[in-house]
C-alpha cells in the first residue's frame, strides 16, 4: 500500500444487477449532507453508479428518465431467433461442431455502451475532475483490469492486476458489467474482460492503493436472508456474490474500511422497474448511517 495519502476519502461501490440502484441514493444523501467522496471505485453495478458520480449525470434527473426506458431499448440480442432454431436442430443431430458457434454471451452490450456514453458525454478516465476506477477481468488471462485516470496508476501495483487508462469510461462500464453468460465480453486492447464482481466485487484494495486514506465501502452482496432467486441472472448473480464474498473476506482483512450493507435480499437483480424505488432505499439508507459515516470520516 502506498505510504503517501492523496485523498481524505474514497468510496467504493460494489456489483449487484439492478439493485446497485441503492448506491445512486447513497451517493444523493452524501451530496445533500455536504460529503464529497474525492476518489471513487466500483464494480459491475457498482461502476455504473460511481461512473454517475465522477460524470457528473444528476440523479434526480435519472430516476425520472429511467421510468419511460424500455430494457430492450438497451439490449442486443447477440444472435437471432434463426441461431437458436439451427442451433437446436444441429445438436439434436449429436454434431459437435454446433457448440463451437455458440456466441460468448445472450448480449452484445453495444446498445448498453452507446447509452452509458450518452449519459457520461463521451468521457475518458483522464477527463474526470473526480478519479474513477472500473474493475474487471480478463477471463483469458486470470488478471484483475483496472480502468483508472494515469496519474491514479499505483507505484505499488496491486498482485496479477494491470491498469488501463486512455479508454472512454463508457467502454470501461461495459467491461465491468460483462456479466459471463449474459453479456458478450469486452474487448479492449486485446483482453476478453468480462464482470470484476468475478474477482474483485468490492475494490476497497484499490482505493487505498491509489492514495484513499480512509474508504467508505458500500457491499450489497451481504444481507440477512435468503437471496431472491427466480431467474437465469438471479442465478448468475447470486454465484458471483458468494464466490466473491468468499475473496473480500479476505481483502477486508487487510484494508480495514467502513463497509455499509443494505438490506436487498428481497429484491432481484434483474428488478429493472425498482430502480426509482432503489434508489429511495438507498438514500433512506444512508441517511440512517450518516453519523456513523462522519464519525468515522472524522476520527
Known amino acids: 500500500m502506498e505510504k503517501t495519502k492523496k485523498y481524505r476519502f474514497g468510496l467504493v461501490l460494489s456489483g449487484g444487477g439492478f439493485r446497485g440502484a441503492v448506491h445512486l441514493g447513497v451517493l444523493k444523501a452524501l451530496q445533500e449532507s455536504g ?3 474525492e476518489i471513487v471505485a466500483g464494480t459491475s453495478a ?64 453495444d446498445k448498453i455502451e452507446h447509452w452509458l456514453d450518452d449519459l457520461f458525454t463521451g468521457k475518458t478516465f483522464d477527463e474526470l475532475k473526480i ?11 486470470s488478471e484483475t483490469v483496472v480502468f483508472c485516470p494515469q496519474k491514479n496508476i499505483p507505484r505499488e501495483g496491486l498482485r496479477n492486476t494491470v491498469f488501463i487508462s486512455d479508454v472512454p469510461v463508457s467502454s470501461a462500464v461495459r467491461a465491468s458489467i460483462s456479466l459471463p453468460g449474459i453479456f458478450v465480453p469486452k474487448r479492449i486492447k486485446s483482453r476478453k474482460l468480462v464482470d470484476g464482481g468475478v474477482k474483485n466485487n468490492v475494490p476497497v484494495d484499490v482505493a487505498f492503493h491509489q492514495g484513499a486514506a480512509k474508504v467508505v465501502a458500500v457491499d450489497l452482496a451481504k444481507s440477512k436472508g435468503k437471496r431472491k432467486i427466480n431467474s437465469i441472472i438471479d442465478v448468475l448473480m447470486a454465484s458471483v456474490d458468494i464466490m466473491g464474498a468468499e475473496i473480500d473476506y479476505c481483502i477486508h482483512k487487510d484494508y480495514p474500511a467502513l463497509y455499509l450493507y443494505p438490506e436487498v435480499q428481497g429484491i432481484g437483480y434483474d428488478d429493472f422497474y425498482m430502480i426509482p424505488e432503489l434508489i429511495k432505499l438507498g438514500e433512506e439508507f444512508a441517511k440512517r448511517k450518516m453519523k456513523k459515516i462522519e464519525e468515522y470520516l472524522n476520527s
Not at 478519479?131 to 488471462?141: A, F, I, K
Open 35 to 37: 460529503i464529497y467522496p
Open 131 to 141: 478519479p474513477l476506477s472500473v474493475v474487471s477481468v480478463d477471463v483469458e488471462s
Open 46 to 109: 457498482g461502476s455504473i453508479a460511481a461512473a454517475f458520480y465522477a460524470c457528473g449525470v444528476n440523479i434526480d434527473w435519472f430516476a425520472k428518465e429511467v421510468k419511460c426506458l424500455k430494457p430492450w431499448k438497451v439490449l442486443d440480442p447477440a444472435f437471432p431467433l434463426a441461431t437458436i432454431l439451427a442451433f437446436l436442430y444441429r445438436f439434436w443431430l449429436s454434431k459437435p461442431t454446433a457448440l463451437s458457434k455458440w456466441p460468448d454471451g445472450l448480449f452484445k452490450g
